[in-house]
């Protein structure tokens, strides 16, 4: 028998309509939130060279400490945070931190807040766990914005944990240093722990991403190499932990995953210790992108309108409920115009009028899609 928590394990629609979209040779690929282009040479050079170096055993659970102190470093360099090696553990991608940092804090009929519209999988997490999920309606008219205020009465609730996501998967949004200092305070003032998701930190083009570090040393942060590394596939990741909860992530790790790979560890602390303008340079490539296609979506038309500009991330999310049924228009827009997009309700509820455009993608293949768009809707 196909237990409960498997079995109630939504499927991640937009991997479902990559794997459509993939049929097609000449599709563009607006539905998938991977990076297009590579990781920096030097990084590559450093798992090869690591490989040959026969660095692909087991490591300590908690990761390489060299990687562990490199990333203390980051989050000193960026954030002016002061973080032991001893709370940071690394991880096979920031997934499998986002499910540690639930089994460590859920039980069986405890409570997890988060955001609608949210990243897909996060439901799927506080499940494992046999907790349940609260979710607290950000408004598209205001940009999806996450208000204090909003996050009041679901806290009352005196939930165990509320799951932030900022740059925000698939809003966009960003909250600002004072926003998160009164949500991550409120939370407190519950005794919810809050776990944040900061993936997309880095890519933020207007309101500067701050990390929930700078405000407590208490909460459980998840970040990696995936989005502005372009390392998706290499499953690299770290989860930062209160001290108090070093010891039973640790004992987690060693049980659930064992280790990251040894030598994308090292890739990993290459990637951070070699300060160069890759980020700089990632930030500005997505936010020409953003500009491109918000100002696309702005001249579409047909009540399409995006209503706010996404911050961060490369996501944004368009309101295609005068054309329909977002899951119809998903298909049409495939089939029609070889345009792949993700229906909103993957991401929640408040999504479902709508879809979620990916600029991961090059100039080319967006003013591609932008055309396509365009010829399409003029007979729509
Ligand atoms: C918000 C968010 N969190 C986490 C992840 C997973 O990232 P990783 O590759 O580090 O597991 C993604 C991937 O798309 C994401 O969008």
């Given at each position: 028998m196909v237990s409960d928590r498997a079995d109630e394990t939504t499927p991640f629609l937009a991997m479902e309509v990559f794997r459509r979209a993939s049929e097609r040779a000449d599709a563009v690929h607006l539905e998938v939130g991977e990076p297009d282009f590579e990781p920096p040479g030097y990084v590559v050079d450093a798992a090869v060279d690591a490989l040959r170096r026969g660095d692909t055993g087991y490591t300590a659970a908690a990761g390489k400490l060299g990687l562990r102190e490199a990333i203390a470093d980051y989050y000193d360099r960026t954030y002016g945070v002061d973080v032991s090696p001893e709370r940071i553990l690394v991880t096979p991608g920031s997934s499998p931190g986002l499910l540690l940092a639930c089994l460590a804090t859920l039980d069986p009929g405890d409570e997890a807040v988060l955001t609608?519209?949210?990243?897909?999988?996060y439901p799927n997490f506080v499940r494992q766990t046999g907790a349940t999920v609260r979710t607290v309606e950000l408004d598209a008219t205001e940009g999806f914005a996450l208000r204090p205020d909003r996050f009041a009465a679901a806290l009352e609730r005196d939930p165990e944990v509320l799951l932030l996501n900022?740059?925000?998967?698939?809003?966009?949004a960003v909250m600002d240093g004072d926003t998160l200092r009164e949500v991550v305070e409120l939370a407190e003032t519950r005794g919810t722990t809050v776990v944040a998701d900061e993936i997309y930190h880095g890519l933020d083009y207007d309101v500067e991403a701050r990390s929930v570090l700078e405000f407590t040393d208490e909460a459980f942060v998840t970040d990696g190499f995936s989005k502005r590394y372009a390392m998706t596939g290499w499953r690299l990741g770290w989860v930062v932990v209160p001290e108090s909860y070093a010891d039973v992530v640790n004992r987690l790790v060693q049980n659930l995953f064992i280790c990251a790979p040894s030598f994308v560890q090292e890739a990993g602390r290459v990637a951070l210790e070699r300060e160069d303008d890759h980020l700089d340079r990632v930030r500005e490539t997505y936010r020409e992108r953003r500009d491109l296609l918000v100002d696309a979506v702005a001249d579409w038309g047909h009540g399409l309108d995006l209503g706010y500009t996404p911050g961060g991330a490369y996501y944004l999310l368009v309101d295609v409920s005068e054309l329909g049924d977002a899951f119809d228009v998903a298909d049409r827009l495939l089939d029609e115009a070889g345009v792949a997009t993700t229906p909103g309700v993957d991401f929640g509820p408040a999504a479902a009028d709508y879809l979620r455009l990916s600029y991961a993608t090059s100039m080319d293949r967006l003013r591609e899609a932008d055309r396509r768009i365009s010829v399409w809707l003029a007979d729509v």
């Open positions: 609608d519209p949210h990243y897909a999988c900022s740059p925000a998967n698939p809003t966009g």
